[in-house]
């Protein structure tokens, strides 16, 4: 019965059409205190391109401190890689407009637009490559420097499309490196050495090609549906230090990445869901800041679509 509703809520999301949108949330017994979060969440504007989902909220293990729904992140510190354009630069804002420091992150060629959107929101940058041998102690350092990250954002990410049999081996590697493994060496650096602690967010980003694949995208669809697996790795274990670590999951959002999609098959994308349009930068961020808040303390394990309830995939 429990499971029905999954199928019942996903199916009711593709019915009720007008912007409209369905979800679902689970709670676990004695997680009740837990509901808060979703519901301001998916009750709200912030989730007009989100539909269709299911989040689980479990006990929180500890009372977050008092704070202002309004300002939910104040005091905070944030990091966004990938953070100069695109879906990093809307989640920096969102996470600024909701009280964090921020430190934007991006490689040095897009230092210019790195400082603008660091300017804009009064946070700092990071110009670095986190495919870099030295990028995860370099993020440590700056970690301690600032007195440790309360939200961690994987953002940064890219495509390298080819069929299987035409694939190169550098595009491969690239794409895993860069989407995948880059995270992996970060969140266990951070956490051995102290640069995230209880209370602590980390969220990263997948993608419906991860979840349903993609023509000509084994390696960028390998590298997303390996985020949802360290979600599921490291669930447990971080939620004994106090950390949730959850995944976003975008459809098609209109930024540079798709704009580079050839156009009947963009158009396509744009189309083929429940709300018959893209969605923008800002959907993905107010999901991310939704996770960030200390209101989701009970919610780690976590992949919800930003995807206006797409028909590839689930
Ligand atoms: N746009 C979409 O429709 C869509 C859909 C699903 C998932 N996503 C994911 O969302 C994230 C953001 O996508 P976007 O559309 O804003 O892309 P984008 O290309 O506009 O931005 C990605 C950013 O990551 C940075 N980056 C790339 N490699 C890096 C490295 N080694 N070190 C540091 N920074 C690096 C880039 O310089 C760029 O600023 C990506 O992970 C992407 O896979 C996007």
Redo the contacts with the bound molecule.
Sequence with gaps: AQRALEGFTRSVGKEIKKGATAQLVYVDEGAEAQLASPLHFFLSPKSAYVSGQVVRATEAGFKAAKFDWDKPLAGKKALV????????AAIAEVLARDGATVTV???PP?AD?LNQVAEQIGGDTLE????ADDAPATIAAKAKEIGGYDVVVH?????RDKMLGNMPEKFWDMVLN??IA?QLRINEKLLADGGMGKGGRIIS?????GIAGNLGQTN?GAS?AAVIGMIDAYKDEYAEKGITINAV??????????AAIPFTIREAGRRMNAMNQG?Q?VD?AETIAFFASPASQGLTGNVVRVCGQMLLGA
């Excluded at 890689?81 to 990093?88: K, L, V």
């Excluded at 670095?128 to 495919?131: F, G, H, N, Q, V």
């Excluded at 999951?249 to 798709?258: N, S, Y």
């Design positions: 890689t990938g953070g100069s354009r695109g879906i990093g992150l991006d490689i897009m637009d670095l490559d986190i495919t953002n940064a990410g890219v495509t860069i989407n880059s980003i997948s993608s419906i090609a960028y997303k999951a975008p459809g098609f959002i209109e930024t540079q990445m798709t969605g930068p993905v």
